[in-house]
């Protein structure tokens, strides 16, 4: 029979022969049940041989802080609610608690040995425990939130407050990383109301949004406890409860559950791929009822054939880009506006491209004027690690529809004309081996002429698992419009910065041995780490590296399309690489 014991003004429940907790020093406890398998709904926690909680439920907690010993060895014991002493115990741990310590426990797992995934082999029920628990704010506009992830089936999580930092489009990052069992740390919260999203480790992709009231509720000024509970996949898990965040605060009793919410919030990449030179440089200004009255410059000094990192951006709401002049301290003024309405449920990528000025441009910007050309899939990351997903996009004003030719693969983009996105989407290129480094052929459709051709080295660039955009840019013909760039591949990485060239090829028709040079292209120049050879001749190179006395620092010799010299020990200087064929030979100046 189970008894009710009073020691010290805490209920203490036990059986004959309670601990007390008046001798010596103590520590305080709070419990809190999160083991989401139907096997323990509900438990009895025993403390040595002592009932400490009486039928304690799934999503409850325990009253903070009941006492119990410290600097002692307790073997705290889970049972079922019909249990009538600690031998029933069906899992044990045993603690010991620093003297006047505040401990919260969360009771994680499975118990089951089957019906979930993961299972109790992998997520076994265990208690974790966080030692330096609170029982109150620092003061009372403050609230103070300690996050547990104990949902076993979810992966390491981001918490985010979106649109709530001094920046409102840099994700307001509250926990980064916190994997299935971690405690994250107090966050002294302003007592304020806030949107909670959960999102991937990489902050990348929201797996859901929760309202929390901080000062609806009145919560300023305590401490209280959230935690990531139930099953992303619940079909998995034996239909269990869903996933959720749940508070627990000092006073015990049913969590309460935050209320999910719709997303508030997606995510977009910019990239400047306008080659009229009266727009090499822009700002970039975005307002929305969520970023407040005034627009916010998102992008200051936008230069040409560069990219934005993906940014927070608002959804279901009306939300305006301005592009102005790069001396702009706001967006009066701006060269042009666009207005979206984006979704959650799409990432989104908008690229500028177009002619600005009303002369000196063939097109004209009549023919080809100013835009930024959205596409509504775009993606951060690879669908496999082994992979990069290229999206493609036509972006040179002057160049006709064209097909992109892989070389050994065949036609990858086909009849894809000006201001537009390769019709099937993302290219899943193998890249995680030295195969990985392509030859690209940009043809006219017919696909009887080569228009130009380059070297797309994703092994080599390290790109596996990325997402990346591959952007036609600059002009085939320069003399017509305003001597502007040459057209160019050129590369968006999706944590933006400047776009990577990828290297043109000279690549002729003749099958003489004298031209086998005219296909080897070596880069970059200046370098640093290293420096890469292309050569597509099929034929072997000889190539060393001098020094500008003569000196040769290194020699090998080339029997692939790609090769890597590491340079990354060499000094500072100017070099020659000479490179050697059966019949011709041709020397590079080099820079580092």
């Known amino acids: 029979m189970k008894k009710r014991i009073f020691l010290g003004g805490v209920l203490l429940l036990g059986a004959m022969g309670a601990i007390n907790p008046l001798k010596g020093q103590t520590a305080t406890l709070q419990v809190i049940h999160n083991c989401a398998d ?41 049972a079922p609610p019909t249990s009538t002493s600690a031998a029933q115990s069906i899992a ?45 704010a620092p003061n009372a506009s403050t609230t103070s939130v300690l996050v ?24 307001n990052a509250l926990v980064n990383d916190a994997p299935y069992g971690a ?55 034996s239909n269990g409860p869903a996933f959720g965040l749940y508070v627990a605060t000092a006073a015990g009793g049913s969590l309460l559950p935050l209320p999910s919410t719709t997303i508030t919030s997606t995510r977009l ?52 880009v301005f592009i102005a002049a790069p001396s702009s301290t706001s967006e009066v003024g701006a060269l042009a506006t666009f207005t979206y309405n984006l979704s959650s449920a799409s990432k989104y990528q908008l690229i500028a491209s177009g002619i600005v000025s009303p002369s000196g441009y063939a097109p004209s910007s009549t023919t080809a004027p100013f835009n930024l050309t959205a596409y509504a899939s775009a993606r951060e990351r690879s669908l ?18 064209v097909n992109v030719v892989a070389e050994g693969s065949g036609t990858v983009v086909s009849n894809m004309a000006y201001g537009t996105f390769n019709t099937s989407g993302y290219l899943q290129l193998p890249s995680n081996t030295a195969a990985g480094n392509y030859i690209l052929h940009v043809t006219d ?45 050129w590369a968006a990485l999706p944590t933006g910065g400047n776009l990577v060239q990828l290297p043109p090829i000279v690549i002729t028709g003749i099958k003489d041995e004298s031209l086998t040079l005219n296909k080897v292209n070596v880069f970059p120049n200046p370098f640093t780490t290293q420096l890469t050879l292309t050569n597509v001749s099929g034929n072997s190179l000889n190539v060393s590296l001098n020094d500008i006395s003569g000196k040769e620092i290194m020699t090998t010799e080339v029997n692939s399309a790609f090769y890597t010299l590491d340079t990354d020990q060499i000094p500072a200087g100017v070099y020659f690489l000479k490179i050697n064929s059966n019949k011709d030979s041709k020397v590079y100046k080099l820079i580092k």
């Open 38 to 78: 139907a096997a323990a709904a509900t438990v009895d926690i025993y403390a040595g041989a002592n009932l400490l909680i009486n039928d304690l439920s799934f999503r409850h907690a325990s009253q903070t802080f009941t006492n119990i010993p410290s600097g002692t060895n307790i073997v705290i014991g889970v």
């Open 445 to 489: 459709v017919a696909g009887t002429t080569t228009v130009a051709s380059f070297s797309a080295p994703l092994n080599t660039l390290g790109t596996s698992g990325l997402a990346l955009s591959v952007v036609a840019s600059g002009f085939l013909d320069p003399s017509v419009n305003s001597n502007g760039p040459a057209f160019g591949l």
């Open 183 to 237: 405690f994250a740390g107090y966050l002294n919260l302003p007592t304020a109301n806030y949107n909670i999203q959960i999102r991937d480790q990489n902050s990348e992709n929201v797996v859901a949004e929760y309202l929390a009231p901080l000062s609806t509720l009145n919560l300023g000024g305590t401490a209280l406890s959230v935690i990531a509970s139930g099953f992303l996949n619940p079909a998995n898990n």
């Open 384 to 401: 496999n690690s082994n992979n990069t997903d290229v999206l493609v996009y036509h972006g040179a004003t002057d160049a006709p529809a």
């Open 269 to 320: 990449q910019g990239i400047h791929n306008c080659a009229d030179l009266a727009a090499a440089s822009v700002d970039v200004y975005l307002k929305s009822a969520a970023t407040g009255s005034a627009a916010i410059k998102i992008i200051d000094d936008f230069g040409f054939r560069t990219a934005s990192p993906y940014i927070d951006v608002p959804t279901a709401q009306s939300v305006s």
């Open 92 to 136: 044990s741990f045993t603690v010991n608690f620093a003297a006047n310590s505040h401990n919260i426990v969360v009771a994680d797992g499975i118990v089951s040995p089957t019906g979930y995934t993961p299972s109790s082999m992998t997520r076994p029920f265990t208690l974790n425990t966080y030692t330096l628990g609170l029982s109150a």
């Open 148 to 171: 547990h992830h104990g949902s076993t089936d979810a992966p390491t999580v981001d918490v985010v407050a979106p649109f709530s930092g001094s920046v409102p489009v840099i994700p």
